[in-house]
């Protein structure tokens, strides 16, 4: 999997890279969509409806991803892990944030260290956690605790989890959590301005119709809230150096 031409995309579930990264995953066209937790029960639904079930729930899913990484030109690749919905767990409860971290351990490093080393290093792209999701922070929590030897293989960078960090407050705790987390690193913030690819973003999102009971038609939900108020655009926090910017997008 750890080709030296290949980004890894990697989202705890099915939507959060086209949420969160949607538009630079598609300008950027290359890589592996790597998704933790395919396997799940989570659907919004209207009040009296009668939940699917896990294995439509699951297909579904999958078939969203399929498409997305089609669109942006992402090899698809999954780990076939339970997501909290399906483990009856509450997904916002931090209190088994560590078993749930250990769970997903040895596979997903497995999945990550299973190449070579080059002397060209990807990109690993991981979620900030953002929005307190026990999922996404797990995975935040493996890759800086194993970020030495994956920052032999890979250049981090943790990207703003949409549609949390479309919340100011979310969004400041999650990034003050990860900044705490990783204080051993010298974390910057990239910007990547949406510009042109602002409607290509909308029209990604609905792949994943079975995420919404309204698709949206605006972008508020899906770009970072930030002081002063800034153009629609995606970010990442990283301490790799990124300059000149538009390299990262070549």
């Avoid at 086209?18 to 937790?37: D, E, K, M, N, P």
């Avoid at 943790?158 to 549609?163: A, G, I, N, Q, T």
């Avoid at 939900?221 to 970010?235: L, R, S």
């Amino acid at each position: 999997m750890n080709e030296s031409s290949s980004d890894i995309y990697l989202q705890p579930h099915s939507d959060d890279i086209c949420f969160s990264l949607g538009a630079f995953a598609y300008r950027r066209h290359r890589g592996i969509l790597l998704t933790v937790f395919p396997i799940s029960t989570y659907v919004p639904l209207r009040p009296g409806a009668t939940p699917p079930s896990r294995e439509w729930v699951t297909k579904t899913r999958i078939a969203e991803d399929a498409a997305f990484a089609e669109a942006c030109g992402l090899d698809n690749h999954l780990l076939e892990l339970q997501d909290s919905s399906d483990l009856g767990r509450r997904a916002f409860d931090v209190s088994w944030l560590n078993e749930n971290l250990q769970r997903i351990k040895s596979p997903l490093l497995d999945a990550l260290l299973s190449g070579k080393l080059s002397s060209v290093r990807p990109w690993l792209f991981c979620p900030t956690g953002i929005g307190g999701h026990v999922d996404h922070i797990a995975i935040r929590m493996l890759v800086n605790q194993n970020f030495d030897q994956l920052s032999q293989s890979y250049r981090i960078g943790c990207y703003e989890d949409l549609h949390y960090a479309s919340s100011a407050a979310a969004r400041s705790v999650g990034i003050n959590n990860l900044l705490w987390e990783m204080r051993a690193r010298n974390l910057r913030r990239y910007v990547f301005p949406l510009g042109d690819y602002e409607a290509k973003k909308l029209a990604l999102i609905p792949f994943y119709k079975s995420q919404f009971l309204v698709v949206p038609h605006s972008i508020e939900q899906y770009t970072p809230a930030v002081e002063p108020t800034a153009p629609p655009h995606e970010a990442i926090w990283s301490d790799e150096p990124i300059e000149p910017l538009p390299d990262l997008l070549s």
